[in-house]
Nanobody, 117 residues
Framework: QVQLVESGGGLVQPGGSSRLSCAAS????????MGWYRQAPGKQRELVAI???????NYTDSVKGRFTVSRDNTKNTVDLQMNSLTPEDTAVYYC???????????WGQGTQVTVSS
């Protein structure tokens, strides 16, 4: 059974930092592209950052220069370091594992990040 378990998040002050982590189990981690998505109230879920099987990264424009995604294939984890947070970053953040060859995709349960003073 595939499980993606997010941790981190919570309440952060504007300008602050937070680190999210996602631990994966039940899948061959190294063959999945790993991504972080977020969904704010009343908005569609959007891709925030992705790290491919080869370690290449890509970010949505609004987080470039502030967020850093990384993966550890020895620990089956993917992290999202978030700096200079603004209230617009408030959302539920989801971890995703996606295998391009098969289209198979798995999701974590989500973790809330609230940026507020």
């Amino acid at each position: 059974q595939v499980q993606l378990v997010e941790s981190g998040g919570g309440l952060v002050q504007p300008g602050g930092s937070s680190r999210l982590s996602c631990a994966a189990s039940g899948l061959t981690f190294g063959i999945y592209h790993m991504g972080w998505y977020r969904q704010a109230p009343g908005k569609q879920r959007e891709l925030v950052a992705i790290v491919t099987t080869r370690g290449s990264t890509n970010y949505t424009d609004s987080v470039k220069g502030r967020f850093t995604v990384s993966r550890d294939n020895t620990k089956n984890t993917v992290d999202l370091q978030m700096n200079s947070l603004t209230p617009e970053d408030t959302a539920v953040y989801y971890c995703n594992a996606h295998r391009l060859a098969t289209g198979r995709s798995y999701w974590g349960q989500g973790t809330q990040v609230t940026v507020s003073s």
